[in-house]
């Protein structure tokens, strides 16, 4: 970032096939990052082409999996926005949408 943006911008460059517990563990790292800045919302740009059977995704992220980042994100306690972006195994996309929705508001 450069003018009030400067410092704000936090990259986490990830490997192929990161897993759940690699994924967690940046995602939690993000998190901890964002709920330091104390923003007033969150938006989050939804994409599931994370998952492990996306035919142009590099990540293993299981269904399981987007169940709990979504309640992580609802931990920050602030109002969510949620934009649904990528994720292209069409056989799995509602479920593992669902289930990310599903954790966010678990909590």
């Excluded at 450069?2 to 490997?15: C, K």
């Excluded at 897993?19 to 990052?33: E, F, I, K, V, W």
Aim: glycine letters at 10%.
């Amino acid at each position: 970032g450069s003018g009030r943006g400067l410092g704000n911008n936090l990259n986490l460059p990830l490997s192929k096939r990161t897993d759940n517990p690699a994924y967690h563990q940046a995602l939690s790292r993000a998190l901890a990052t964002i709920d330091a800045f104390d923003p007033s919302i969150i938006v989050v740009s939804l994409g599931v082409d994370t998952y492990e059977l996306d035919p142009i995704g590099d990540f293993a992220v299981t269904t399981d999996a987007y169940e709990e980042h979504g309640q992580m994100v609802a931990a920050l306690d602030r109002p969510i926005v949620v934009l649904q972006e990528g994720g292209y195994y069409v056989p799995a996309l509602g479920e593992n949408v669902r289930r990310w929705l599903t954790g966010a508001q678990s909590l």
